[in-house]
């Protein structure tokens, strides 16, 4: 099979019953080039503030003060799962039926933040309430020009 053909300008058309190994490797590199693409941190704004402003947003979204949608574009749909799942079960436990919920009183500590690689940042944040302290830790990875945190834990 020829690499192009003059009577389609340059491009071979792909046909479904053609399994060479040409016609498969361009099959993954389109598939690749739509799907979702890591961005360089370069590309990328301040982690230790995106960081610092997701903790108290998701925080907040724990206590009921915010919906777990909000969040869906920053996060990955794992993160999203977990965040919802604790959402609920704090509103269940905390809130009597038909009360509005009040804000929590929390500060959020300094974001520690490292680089394992180019693209990815690990991040650990101290958030204080009146009864107890709290650590939160965070994965970053810059997927189409923007942070996603693909992993978060809050002990």
Same mark, same amino acid.
């Given at each position: 099979?020829?690499?192009?053909?003059?009577?389609?300008?340059?491009? &071979?058309?792909?046909?479904?019953?053609?399994?060479?190994?040409?016609?498969?490797?361009?099959?993954?590199?389109?598939?690749?080039?739509?799907?979702?693409?890591?961005?360089?941190?370069?590309?990328?704004p301040d982690p230790?503030?995106?960081?610092?402003?997701? /903790?108290?947003?998701?925080?907040?979204?724990?206590?009921?003060?915010?919906?777990?949608?909000?969040?869906?574009?920053? &996060?990955?749909?794992?993160?999203?799962?977990? /965040?919802?799942?604790?959402?609920?079960?704090?509103?269940?436990?905390?809130?009597?039926?038909?009360?509005?919920?009040?804000?929590?009183?929390?500060?959020?500590?300094?974001?520690?933040?490292?680089?394992?690689?180019?693209?990815?940042?690990?991040?650990?944040?101290?958030?204080?309430?009146?009864?107890?302290?709290?650590? /939160?830790?965070?994965?970053?990875?810059?997927?189409?020009?923007?942070?996603?945190?693909?992993?978060?834990?809050?002990?």
């Amino acid at each position: 099979m020829p690499d192009h053909d003059s009577t389609s300008h340059g491009y &071979v058309a792909w046909n479904p019953a053609d399994t060479s190994p040409l016609t498969r490797y361009r099959q993954v590199e389109n598939s690749e080039v739509f799907g979702p693409q890591p961005t360089s941190s370069l590309d990328l704004p301040d982690p230790k503030d995106f960081t610092l402003r997701l /903790v108290a947003g998701i925080i907040e979204c724990v206590y009921g003060l915010r919906e777990p949608a909000q969040f869906s574009r920053w &996060v990955t749909e794992d993160v999203y799962r977990v /965040v919802a799942l604790r959402a609920k079960r704090m509103s269940v436990g905390h809130a009597p039926a038909g009360s509005t919920p009040t804000r929590p009183q929390f500060s959020i500590g300094n974001a520690i933040v490292s680089t394992p690689r180019d693209g990815v940042v690990e991040a650990s944040v101290i958030v204080r309430g009146p009864a107890r302290v709290r650590a /939160v830790a965070i994965r970053l990875e810059g997927i189409d020009y923007r942070w996603r945190a693909t992993s978060f834990s809050m002990l």
